[in-house]
């Protein structure tokens, strides 16, 4: 069966850098776009960033570029996010999602696999 499994997170002070690891199994990874979100407390899900099947191509959201990136490893069916220079309000669960064209999508809505999340907590 789909199973996507994010691991990395913790508490860390503003400035710091984490990376998250999503693990994926269940499908052809390297067939599916894959997308980070996050959900901070009170808040909707938002879009984080997203990877092209290939690669070739990210999309990050305002709030993150320049401080986040996304890689990919298809051999090891594992999609990554670094996040360098974090901030309090970078606090959120953090998912990972994958939707099965070659093209990556900011809206949850074309997203048909996700993960249970992981929770990254910034303090000032």
């Known amino acids: 069966q789909v199973q996507l499994v994010e691991s990395g997170g913790g508490l860390v002070q503003a400035g710091s850098s984490l990376r998250l690891s999503c693990a994926a199994s269940?499908?052809?990874?390297?067939?599916?776009?894959m997308g980070w979100f996050r959900q901070a407390p009170g808040k909707e899900r938002e879009f984080v960033g997203a990877?092209?099947?290939?690669?070739?191509?990210?999309y990050y959201a305002d709030s993150v570029k320049g401080r986040f990136t996304i890689s990919r490893d298809n051999a090891k069916n594992t999609v990554y996010l670094q996040m360098n220079s974090l901030k309090p309000e970078d606090t959120a669960v953090y998912y990972c999602?994958?939707?099965?064209?070659?093209?990556?999508?900011?809206?949850?809505?074309?997203?048909?696999?996700w993960g249970q999340g992981t929770q990254v907590t910034v303090s000032s």
């Open positions: 269940g499908f052809t990874f390297s067939r599916y776009s």
């Open positions: 990877i092209k099947w290939s690669s070739t191509t990210t």
């Open positions: 999602a994958a939707r099965s064209t070659i093209i990556p999508s900011p809206s949850q809505s074309d997203y048909a696999y």
